[in-house]
């Protein structure tokens, strides 16, 4: 092999003279022969027994075998291989590069000769290196029935210790990498056109690469391995040739997953692109398998390529992370790394890609055929630990949505992650896995604050939304939001462990999620896109809001067990997301509002009315259900917080600009319910000291809640107060009770037209016990003094105020916004000082409400009331009939990828509202809609009747 090596470089050499370089022409036609005979002789031998051995090999008996066979095993013999094939694979370069007539006068036999050598050497010997890390991970497993665990053992082996030098010292592995990568391919012609000798040629490098792909996964796996001590191994993957061939393989997963590569990437290391690839992609299908290596055009590619790429994401993942080998075996050896270039960065996501496109059968022909092998599947959930890149997180969302369909359709079954890193905080390995473990990827780069779109891996804000557009980031959302549902309601009917398990491992998706859905860093298009998620959510929340009255209405014992546990389930997963997804509704209509109607945004109306609809009826059943519990501080806290966003959604809705609701889509919010529900939670005796936080500073927080909930009422009522069409039904709800001995004036006419006699005072106890005390405990201590304003308007003659109650509102709103609001104490009582106001009026009125005043109401038996009766809203009037989703509340199917994506037909009566199937149409009309049904379609046929 030396004279072989020697020869070589005479030919290559320029300087050489004319006899020279024939001479060393003729060595080598001499000496090639020889000796590829001599490796098929000495190796084959070997591959044969090992892998007879190898599945019930142990560390002796793989001692034992390096001991029968030293020679191929030792440091000198392996450097001598690997000088041979970097010398025949710069002649087989060498020979390529020259022009035909300098080929016709040296011969084409030599030529040739290097051609096949270069090739067919390179691919025994990669089996080779891969057979010797086999070796290498068997030293360190114990003897066979010692009882011991698997693992590395106390102390290296001799035999390990020498033949881990070896493969290290030889450069044998990038030797073999650089003939795989730069040995001359076929004309593409030719090959497609069915040339034995070139597909041959093709067929030895796709086979080189196979096994050195296997050996150093291998190398990784001893790299990671605690207590190898495989650290010098790092040295063979820091050689360029090694890490160009890891970027030329998921060069080539990106050409078998038709992903198209821009200029510059792929090939890595100053190497180019490499030709095998593009091969492929020219004749149009995969080439080679593991399994036969004769096999020009495989038809069944599934399993054997979906673990060829599922090893090359992993070793591309410990080349963009190489921090992983520290974290994973403590080793000082691995202890400095620097940060990955931006172009294997790319990589990553281009990656990531074509692995999704390969499992939805989008890949090249050929590809993954006849169907995905899901157990073989890459898995994310190491680099979702580390990338920086949104794009590369969302491309992993979208496989592992497509992984869970394939469980939820029974396609597969058990974890799909066979490959998965630990780190030494296991807890957090377990909670960043599968859909949660891709969305806590976007959660974790955008944690501390708002990061620019070059620190997620784009160069400015268009192209990020571009990228996630093409990852469908917004679809995958949707799409995991649904299939958690699913599982969850499959679970729950079925004893199947499959099924509980998966329900276990998306139970934080719909937080996730909802939290994912607030990242103001990812553009709002690529977010909320046309509202599939919200939409999903709304129709999740009716669900479960149907199910609480049923269980109030069973009132049975069982029946408070389960809502007791549905009530934990809700607070610790579906309210949480609830506050989420209200504010990205609320961000919608404010970045609609800012664009105007011509913006890109196009937020649909329709959608925010159903979800603030349903987290407003959803939070009033919670609240309303968990106060007659007595909760506990910590429940009250997060039931305080999801109470102030369904409130600020209805504020939002009584004052927006763009996105509004209508009058009647407003009242079908429930609007007093959920100011009752909110006061009956403030009104139960848990002070702010009870209210505890993690940290002071989260306690002083939470300590604030309460106060500031009142506040929210407050701000709530008087946007409700000053609407339009509203006011006189609001003064309504706030005048005494009938019979409650109130002072002051009655309603107006007007207010008793509008309010019907259910309705009156429903507020104003709540009011009074609940939120003043409150309000004198916040910041806003002019707050106290504007709810009594707002109170003595609603029983007054004038409302109070030149214009009646609503301007009365409207004033006390804009002197609050302003900070120009004034107070003044008459008889130790705090009024609110108006533009406008008769001081002395005042004064009298005040001493004239002291003699009479009412002692407050027993609080204990405000709680214990139910809620004020619901407010009969029209359905022609509310209802959204543009929106394709199910209408009857309890519909439990999620399946497609969107609601929209249902077979959904509309009520042919009233054409008010749709369903998915005859049994939702069926059960609705028993719920209810029978009725409303009639009176819609009979207000669609009065005469003067907008169209429907």
Request: aromatic share 4%.
């Amino acid at each position: 092999m030396a004279a072989l090596s020697a020869a070589v470089k005479v030919v290559v050499d320029r300087s050489s003279t004319p006899d020279a370089q024939r001479m060393a022409e003729v060595q080598i036609s001499t000496y090639l022969v020889p000796s590829q005979a001599m490796l098929k002789r000495c190796l084959n031998p070997l591959h044969t027994f090992w892998r007879a051995i190898l599945p019930r090999a142990d560390g002796h008996s793989a001692a034992l075998f390096l001991q029968a066979c030293p020679m191929p095993w030792q440091l000198e013999w392996l450097s001598a291989a690997a000088d041979t094939l970097r010398a025949c694979t710069q002649y087989a370069c060498f020979t390529a590069q020259q022009d035909s007539r300098e080929r016709e006068r040296q011969g084409q036999t030599g030529a040739m000769a290097a051609a096949n050598f270069s090739t067919e050497s390179a691919t025994q010997l990669a089996a080779h290196a891969g057979m010797g890390m086999s070796v290498l991970l068997t030293l360190l497993a114990p003897p066979t029935g010692s009882g011991v665990s698997g693992g590395p053992a106390q102390e290296q082996p001799a035999a390990f210790r020498q033949l881990l030098s070896a493969l290290a010292g030889s450069g044998l592995l990038p030797a073999v990498a650089a003939a795989a990568l730069r040995t001359p391919g076929p004309d593409p012609d030719r090959a497609r056109n069915g040339d034995q000798d070139s597909q041959i040629s093709a067929l030895y490098v796709a086979n080189c690469a196979g096994y050195l792909q296997a050996a150093l996964h291998i190398a990784r796996q001893l790299m990671t391995t605690p207590g190898a001590g495989a650290a010098p191994l790092a040295g063979v993957f820091a050689q360029p040739d090694v890490a160009a061939f890891q970027e030329a393989l998921v060069e080539r997963l990106c050409v078998h997953g038709g992903v198209e590569l821009e200029p510059g990437e792929g090939g890595g290391q100053g190497q180019g692109r490499w030709w095998l690839p593009q091969l492929e992609a020219k004749v149009g299908h995969v080439i080679g398998s593991p399994n036969n290596p004769r096999e020009w055009n495989i038809t069944g590619t599934a399993e054997v390529y979906a673990e060829v790429h599922r090893t090359t994401m992993i070793l591309l993942f410990f080349q963009l992370y190489p921090s992983a080998c520290y974290m994973l075996t403590a080793d000082d050896s691995f202890a400095e790394f620097s940060a990955p270039p931006a172009r294997l960065l790319r990589l990553e996501s281009k990656a990531w890609e074509a692995v999704c496109r390969l499992y939805r059968g989008q890949g090249l022909a050929g590809s993954y055929g006849p169907k995905p092998a899901w157990d073989c599947m890459p898995c994310p959930d190491p680099f979702m630990n580390y990338t920086p890149r949104a794009e590369s997180a969302a491309w992993a969302l979208a496989l592992c949505v497509e992984a869970v369909e394939a469980e939820l359709d029974g396609r597969h079954w058990g974890n799909f992650n066979p490959f998965r890193i630990v780190s030494k905080d296991v807890s957090q390995a377990q909670r960043l896995h599968g859909v949660a473990g891709a969305l806590h990827a976007l959660l974790r780069m955008v944690n501390y604050g708002l990061p620019s779109p070059e620190k997620l891996g784009a160069a400015s804000r268009e192209e990020l939304q571009a990228q996630l557009c093409r990852a469908g980031l917004a679809t995958s959302l949707n799409h995991a939001l649904r299939q958690a549902f699913t599982a969850a309601d499959r679970a729950a009917t079925s004893g199947s462990p499959e099924l509980q398990r998966l329900a276990t491992d998306l139970s934080a998706v719909p937080i996730c999620v909802a939290q994912v859905h607030t990242l103001r860093a990812l553009p709002l298009p690529n977010r909320i896109d046309d509202g599939g998620a919200l939409v999903t959510f709304a129709k999740r929340a009716a669900m479960m809001t149907q199910r609480l009255q049923e269980l109030e209405a069973a009132g049975s014992a069982e029946a408070r067990r389960q809502e007791r546990d549905l009530l934990a389930a809700l607070l610790h997963n579906l309210l949480p997301a609830a506050s989420c997804f209200v504010s990205t509704a609320l961000a919608a209509g404010e970045a609609a509002s800012e664009q105007g109607s011509g913006g890109a945004l196009q937020a649909d109306p329709e959608v925010a009315a159903l979800l603030g609809r349903s987290v407003c009826l959803l939070v009033t059943q919670v609240l309303a259900r968990s106060v007659l519990r007595r909760v506990g501080a910590a429940t009250s806290k997060r039931l305080l917080e999801e109470a102030c966003a369904a409130l600020d959604y209805l504020r939002w809705a009584c004052t927006a600009t763009v996105l509004a609701l209508s009058t009647p889509r407003l009242l079908a919010c429930q609007p007093p319910r959920l100011l009752a529900a909110t006061c009956k939670l403030l009104c139960a005796d848990l002070t702010p000291s009870e209210v505890t936080g993690s940290t002071p500073e989260a306690a002083g927080k939470a300590a604030e809640l309460p106060s500031l909930a009142a506040v929210q009422v407050l701000y709530c009522l008087l946007d409700l107060s000053a609407h339009p069409q509203l006011g006189d039904r609001v003064r309504t709800w706030l005048a005494p009770p009938e019979g409650s001995g109130g002072g002051g004036a009655t309603a107006d006419g007007a207010c008793a037209d509008q309010g019907a006699a259910a309705e009156r005072g429903c507020l104003e106890p709540l009011v009074r016990s609940g939120v003043l005390s409150r309000l004198s405990e916040s910041e806003a201590d002019t707050g106290g003094a504007a709810l009594l304003s707002l109170l003595r308007a609603a029983v007054a003659e004038n409302g109070e105020a030149p214009g009646g109650f609503q301007a009365h509102a409207r004033s006390i709103r804009e002197e609050i916004q302003a900070g120009t609001i004034s107070v003044v104490r008459v008889g130790g009582a705090e009024h609110l000082v108006l533009p406008g106001s008769d001081l002395e009026d005042m004064i009298a009125r005040e001493l004239s409400e002291q003699e009479g005043t009412a002692a407050l109401p027993d609080v204990t038996a405000l709680v214990a009331a139910p809620l004020p009766p619901p407010l009969a809203v029209p359905l022609a009037e509310a209802a959204l009939r543009e929106l394709r989703v199910c209408a009857y509340p309890g519909c439990l199917s999620y399946g497609g990828r969107s609601e929209a994506g249902l077979s959904l037909k509309q009520c042919a009566r009233c054409k008010c509202v749709r369903y998915c199937g005859a049994a939702c149409q069926a059960a609705h009309w028993k719920a209810g809609h029978k009725e409303e049904c009639q009176a819609a379609a009979a207000a669609a046929a009065a005469p003067g009747a907008p169209p429907a």
